[in-house]
């Protein structure tokens, strides 16, 4: 089995229903697919293409419910629900960020699926500091980014805490690839109100989610959605479920319950502080 292409290697873990072994693939490659081998022989039960999907790292659960069972797998941008015994998709839900690390998990009659955002943000903003940082840029001091002002190498920053030659440290795409279409008003530089406008539509582009998603799901499945939350939600820790709570914790300490204890705290050893999630 050839390893999926991507930044940070392979990650989805196998699961089994009945004969069946079960592998999610989603690649950089041109090749993602869900596939089904006979768990006493090898043999290949189904292939199911992914056409849509880049690489992800997200493992598939199987949903029991309304007297059958769905595979399902999680990937950049959509949720799907596959049939065991050929791989044919049943329902899909849409509103994921591009690259999805966390697993979905079952509970209470529903199947909960999260993504941060791209970069491993958690929350629907992103940092408003930001301008301090490009600002910093502007060698004329005249407040706005001009364009010859930009490094060609520049790159938005993601990950400032890994090594500059990593992967994950900034989006791939070249800063001065996207300055075009932010320079609004067309006067060759960069505006502070204009990087508003930017930072709002990559927000946009890459919210954080967590979806609770009832049974009875056909085809475009999002009128299934019971919920969302957009705060607090990790990067590659999946959420556990137990007794009618949502468990997440992600970088920084920090412990979110969704459910009927509804509390957050900081993980420290001290209790956790009562409030909303």
Known sequence: MPTPKSHYGSAASPILHGDALIQLIDTDGGDS????VNRKNGETLWKQERTRFSAGWSTPVIWSHDGKDDVVALGGSR???YDPQTGSPRWWVDGFPQETVNSPVVGGGMVFASSSALGGRGNDKMDPNVWREWVKMDRN?????????????YKLVLRPE?????PGYAFPAPFKAMFKDSDTDKDGALSEGEMKVTAASFEEFTKP????????????????????LRRGIPEIPSPLYYQGTLYMVRDGGLLHLRGRSRWHGALSGAPGRPGPV
């Open 162 to 166: 890994l090594p500059k030659d990593h």
């Open 33 to 36: 697919h869900l596939l089904a």
């Open 79 to 81: 949720l799907i629900a």
């Open 141 to 153: 001091g005249d407040g706005k980014l001009q364009f010859d002002e930009i490094p060609d190498e």
């Open 209 to 228: 989610v967590l979806m609770a998603i009832r049974p009875g799901g056909k085809e475009d499945a999002k009128k299934s959605v019971a919920w969302e």
